[in-house]
């Protein structure tokens, strides 16, 4: 009897658990915490070759800490939370990259632009096409 | 002993509970106010010229971080999960805006610098206003034919304010993206859809059309429609006004020209020119469809339907990889050429898995809204299970093995 009534028991758990997990992954398909990891830490890397310690240093941090927060996640079994937090990164990081990249632009642009004002006019040397 | 046999139901029932909860969810709708903040973020991002122009593809990312969060929401997916797909939707707008600035940072370098190697600023500066074809030249050589006779390129070269920087760094950066554009036009399918004769169609290329490239090239922000609408109407046979349909683009802002230009549009509807088609030179593919003749035999000929099989796109989960979103755009840009053509996504909604079923509707949902974004009217859409169709072989399962 007691036998017959965990079995049930059991198989009603598994049952729902199945059906739950069924349109739970309906509602939201993301991939495995791992791939949203080793994602994060590329794009990471990639912000920083782009210069965003010194020109994006904000968005960088917060990318750092996401990520170090997506790590602790995962090892506390809580992948839901690791993915989101390593997806959130990722963004940042982007982010970071294209902040750095533009910062870094226009830096050079302004630099060019008193060359070009400071430079003493020249009258047609002829030909400059 | 009873306590247990009693536990079993009560432990159904709550699971039971849990799961219509869960299910009834999926059906509410909720006002999120982060989520309209993001829809503003991604809002202004689209509004933005230099971002339209600059960082189509970031701002079609943000689209679909949007469209995902958005599903997520009605889906009454957890507070947090709707809280971090805004973040997302945040960043990917912010993202399109920064690569934006870089974008004209870089244009102003190239500009810069061609001026420090050439030693003369003002005239290269002028140069750069007025776009000899040679320039044009360089970045597309069937262009080139199409190259407008002087005189109706003159309205077009003077804007009202004469060319200051800014705009001249646009040009630029247009220029930039160019090449890429193209590049990225090549592997679209859906291009080659119409025969095409460049060389031909050059020959007989009419003259206004280039009048009207040009200004849109020296009106690059659209912040002055006037020297543009102005040049359309000079464009014989309304043809060339056609190009600034882009306008008509419901994201636009500017309504009266966009009346003005879905006006010509119609006069003209052989020539429908998508202007969406940036700056650059799309060449064979501009030049064949601004060609009044063969482009409106073809238009008789083609059947009015274009079909998007859902099957053939490729998607990461729910969200539509790189390449369909290119192919997404192409066919957008497609339909803007040419009004006369409605588009059916077809899929196989017919799944005996619930899960894969709302998979494939939030990806039917999501490609609906790129298109409605990139401008088509909702009324040219159609979503379509593949089995209504009767000239459509029923696919099996395009998810287990999809036709490719």
Redesign the interface.
């Known amino acids: 009897m007691i036998g017959e009534a965990i079995q049930r028991r059991a198989a009603a758990c598994l049952a729902a658990s199945a059906f739950a997990l069924a349109v739970l992954g309906g509602c939201a398909q993301v991939p495995l915490p791992q791939e949203a990891l080793s994602a994060a830490e590329l794009t990471i890397a990639r912000a920083r070759a782009a210069g965003a310690e010194r020109l994006a240093p904000v968005e960088l941090a917060r990318a750092e800490e996401k990520l170090q927060a997506a790590q602790a996640a995962a090892q506390a079994k809580a992948p839901e939370r690791a993915r989101s937090l390593a997806e959130q990164a990722a963004a940042d990081a982007e982010l970071a990259a294209i902040e750095a990249q533009a910062a870094q632009a226009q830096a050079i642009a302004t630099q060019l632009r008193q060359q070009v004002e400071q430079r003493p006019r020249r009258v047609a040397l002829g030909g400059g096409a | ?1 009873r306590s ?2 009693r ?2 139901p009560r ?2 029932a709550s ?2 509970a ?2 219509l909860a ?2 009834a969810g ?1 059906a509410t709708p909720p006002g999120h106010p982060a989520l309209e903040q993001a829809d503003a973020a991604v809002e202004r991002a689209r509004r933005s010229p230099r971002v339209r122009a600059l960082a189509a593809s970031e701002l079609d990312r943000a689209e679909v971080a949007l469209q995902v969060a958005r599903d ?1 929401a009605r ?3 957890p507070p ?2 709707v809280e ?1 797909l805004v ?2 939707v945040n ?2 707008a ?2 399109a805006e ?2 934006a ?2 974008q004209v ?2 244009s ?2 190239a500009m ?2 061609r ?2 190697v ?4 003002e ?2 500066r002028q ?1 750069r206003a007025s776009f000899p074809a040679r320039d044009r030249q360089a970045r597309a050589p069937l262009q080139l034919q199409a190259r407008p006779s002087p005189a109706e390129n003159r309205p077009a070269q003077m804007p009202p304010q004469a060319p200051q920087q800014a705009p001249a760094l646009w040009q630029e950066s247009r220029q930039a993206d160019a090449p890429l554009r193209e590049a990225r036009r090549v592997d679209v399918p859906v291009q080659a859809s119409r025969p095409t004769d460049p060389s031909r169609s050059a020959q007989e290329a009419p003259q206004g059309r280039g009048a009207v490239k040009e200004s849109r090239r020296t009106d690059p922000l659209l912040q002055e429609p006037q020297p543009a609408a102005r040049s359309a109407q000079k464009a014989p046979e309304g043809r060339g006004a056609v190009k600034e349909s882009r306008q008509a683009d419901p994201v636009l802002q500017e309504p009266q020209q966009a009346a003005l230009s879905a006006q010509e549009a119609r006069e003209a509807p052989g020539a429908a020119e998508d202007a969406r088609t940036v700056p650059g030179p799309i060449g064979a593919q501009e030049t064949a469809a601004a060609e009044p003749g063969p482009a409106a035999a073809d238009a008789e000929a083609v059947p009015p339907e274009i079909t998007l099989r859902l099957a053939q796109l490729s998607f ?3 969200e539509p990889t790189s390449e369909t979103g290119e192919r997404l755009a192409a066919v957008a840009e497609q339909l803007l050429r040419e009004p006369e053509r409605s588009v059916s996504i077809e899929a196989e909604f017919n799944l005996p898995d ?2 894969a ?3 494939l509707e939030q990806r039917v949902e999501i490609v609906r809204a790129i298109l409605l974004r990139r401008g088509i009217a909702p009324a040219r859409l159609v979503v379509r299970a593949s089995g209504d169709h009767p000239a459509e072989p029923r696919a099996k399962s395009p998810y287990v093995a999809g036709p490719y």
Do not use: F, K, N, W
């Open positions: 002993m247990l046999s536990s079993a432990l159904r699971s039971m849990l799961l869960l299910a999926c997520a889906a009454g997916a947090d999960r971090h973040y997302i960043q990917r912010a993202l920064a690569r600035t870089q940072a870089r102003e370098i810069l610098d001026v420090i050439q030693g003369r600023p005239q290269s140069r990461a989960g729910v619930p899960e079923r709302t998979t």
